[in-house]
């Protein structure tokens, strides 16, 4: 097949700034800055990448890396939504036929999508965020978020994306119909379509704001119509979403490695690594990263190949793992932030982006772990699927209870004659 893998910084895009002026993404500082870390990234071969899906176990464990490990893993990608997209699109076209993902009849195909999207080579993200409405007028009319027409959708509202967004050709969308907790409406829109716009600032790091200014969908790129029930089996059923959820926990568990090492770097500069309850809390950490490592590596051990042909890990771990590493990231960035904090404080003239050679393990401290860019990137690993509680209440919904029961049941079977005296 010819590589008709195209740049996706060459898709145009209307961007505003900040008072709704218009800007030139090649005039943007900070566009450019990550242009040139993603020159040398091998971006092409990492997106024909982040459309395949593996067959063997040791094709799932290739998967551990992706689109956010482009420029070591310091590129707009690092938020890890690019490659869970991707992950996605490709998961649903290779189910859509089976017995678990059923297809709306009045839209789609999808599978003109995928494979127009994988021959292109176009670069897809993500967000999960609510669409918000966009005000009318000065008195903060609104209008309807989603409505339907002959043709298809019409969208408009406001919701926050990360950077990676300027250098997508498309947006995977899901859109949440008032008063519903999840998704009804899932769809495949351009990055260049009429009416879509990209609100950024001067820095990239804390994300842009894209708007749906009466932004018109057609029927062929609308994958869910407006149904909840169909919109959750195509984002939360297990083998629809195992793959994308491996590679965000693998991500996930990298950059838990990064802010463990902080941790007990700033110990020992600090000096609190000879405390007794700083011990304690160290051990603690290691012992709950070494956990989601063994969750990750049982979801691999019990993987199994699906009716489509696709080995996917085992859910049961693989989800345990999920939600384990979004614990921990919590607890671990807040005692390195602890443990860091006095040192930092102590040193105004550091200097984060270009520090002298004494400081370079304080300055990755407060890079890491002490900075509003530090903070943003941890709301963002907790919150991107919404309230990390909710999650773990859909993980309680999915769990396979009848075999403890039956493991319960089994017991008291057993002791039955013990306690009733007819053994």
Not at 89 to 111: F, K
Not at 123 to 142: M, Q, V
Not at 195 to 203: D, G, H, N, T, V
Not at 360 to 372: C, D, I, M, N, Q
């Amino acid at each position: 097949m010819k590589d008709t893998y195209i740049q996706p910084w060459q898709t145009p895009r209307q961007v505003i700034g900040p008072g709704g002026e218009s800007w030139a993404l090649l005039e943007h500082d900070a566009y450019i800055r990550e242009l040139d870390k993603l020159s040398e990234s091998g971006l092409s071969d990492l997106i024909r990448q982040a459309y395949e899906l593996p067959v063997t176990a040791d094709e799932l464990s290739k998967k551990r890396t992706g689109l956010y490990k482009a420029a070591g893993g310091h590129s707009v990608f690092a938020g890890g939504l690019a490659d869970y997209a991707h992950a996605l699109l490709a998961s649903w076209h290779a189910h859509q036929d089976g017995s678990v993902l059923e297809s709306q009849p009045h839209v789609g195909p999808l599978a003109s999508l995928f494979e127009e999207s994988v021959r292109q080579g176009k670069l897809i993200t993500t967000s999960l965020y609510r669409i918000k409405p966009l005000a009318l007028t000065g008195e903060g009319e609104t209008a309807p978020i989603l409505e339907a027409g002959e043709h298809g959708l019409l969208l408009r509202g406001r919701t926050t994306f990360l950077a990676d967004a300027l250098f997508a050709d498309e947006l995977l969308v899901f859109v949440q119909a008032e008063g519903d907790s999840t998704p009804t409406t899932i769809a495949l829109v351009p990055v260049n379509a009429p009416r879509l716009r990209f609100r950024i600032s001067e820095l990239l790091d804390y994300g842009l704001t894209v708007e749906y200014d009466g932004v018109f969908i057609p029927w062929s790129r609308v994958i869910v119509d407006r149904h909840a029930a169909y919109a959750r089996a195509w984002l939360e059923h297990p083998v629809a979403k195992a793959v994308a959820d491996y590679q965000w926990t693998y991500r996930q568990q990298d950059l838990l490695d990064i802010l463990t090492g902080t941790a007990f770097v700033v110990a020992e500069q600090s000096g609190r690594n000879r405390d007794h309850h700083v011990q304690v809390v160290l051990g603690e950490i290691v012992q709950e990263l070494e956990t989601v490592k063994a969750l990750l590596l049982a979801a691999e051990i019990g993987g199994a190949t699906s009716e489509s042909g696709v080995f996917l890990p085992e859910a049961v771990s693989l989800q345990a793992a999920k939600k384990a590493a979004v614990a921990l990231l919590e607890r671990v960035f807040e005692q390195a932030r602890r443990l860091g904090g006095g040192l930092i404080a102590d040193n105004p003239n550091l200097n984060g982006t270009d520090p002298a050679e004494e400081d370079l393990a304080l300055a990755w401290a407060l890079y890491t772990v002490g900075s509003e860019r530090a903070y943003r990137r941890l709301q963002h690993e907790l919150y991107a699927f919404g309230d990390p509680i909710q999650q773990t209440f859909r993980f309680f919904e999915e769990y396979p209870l009848e075999t403890l029961k039956s493991r319960y049941n089994q017991f008291w079977e057993t002791r039955k004659p013990a306690l009733t005296g007819r053994e």
